[in-house]
């Protein structure tokens, strides 16, 4: 028991050195070893589906598989927009504009047990981009010059709606998630504010109930998780694409 609790207690700072990534909507860069506990103020309204803050940006009304090529090998996952519209759209697009080929897997935590691998940081496609400032970059719009965020976006069990730029935690719901953090969950990485993912995303290799609440899940790998368990820090994403579902993704016409 000791040993189990030791364990999370040590997954619980990997968390924060690992899980967390991307660049401040407020616009510093986040030390990837910001904490993972809710900071943000109770008092703060979860955001709407319907908010300036979802207007314009991807959405997937419904499912989409991706496939994801590493060392040869094919990752198949479904990515889940009936449960996570605007986490899932947000993804598919990049997919679909080619933001994931050539992107490196910059941290993969397999210590004192299996944790996730994350990757996505647009800067990793460069060679020689200083591996250590990994985990710091998001994508940036090419309409728009800026980076682009996503809210945090997570449906409770039983609701009709996801909540909003809020952790459950910080809006008072006790109940699970819909999509949890199973082994092979896909969720997107952020830094300490609740609205700060962008491109970063992680992959989990064992279930990992404490993030539950806490990070937004938006799919799970349905083929090829034995390549998920073979990735390697430094290991580049040969190609990303999708194979069903395209027609799913509901884009700005200006973006």
Known sequence: MLRTLRQ???????????VLGGCSPQGGAQSSAASPSPTQTASTPATPASSPQTAGLPRLNGTATVALVVKGSTITAEIDGTNAPITAGNFVD????????????HRVVREPQPFVVQGGDPQSKNPNFPPEQLGTGSFIDPATSQPRYVPLEILPVGAKAPVYSK?????????????????????MA?????DSASSQFYITLADINFLDG??????????GMETVDKIQQGDRIESAKIVKGLENLKTDAKS
Do not use: C, D
């Open 167 to 187: 952790t459950f935690a910080e809006a008072g719901i006790t109940a699970k998630p819909k999509l949890t953090h199973k082994r092979g969950a896909l969720a």
């Open 214 to 223: 806490n990070y937004a899940v938006f799919g799970y790998v349905t083929q």
């Open 94 to 105: 990049l997919v679909q504009r080619g933001v994931y080929n050539g992107l490196v897997f």
């Open 190 to 194: 952020r830094s300490q504010p609740p």
């Open 8 to 18: 999370w207690l040590v997954l619980m700072v990997v968390t924060s050195a690992i």
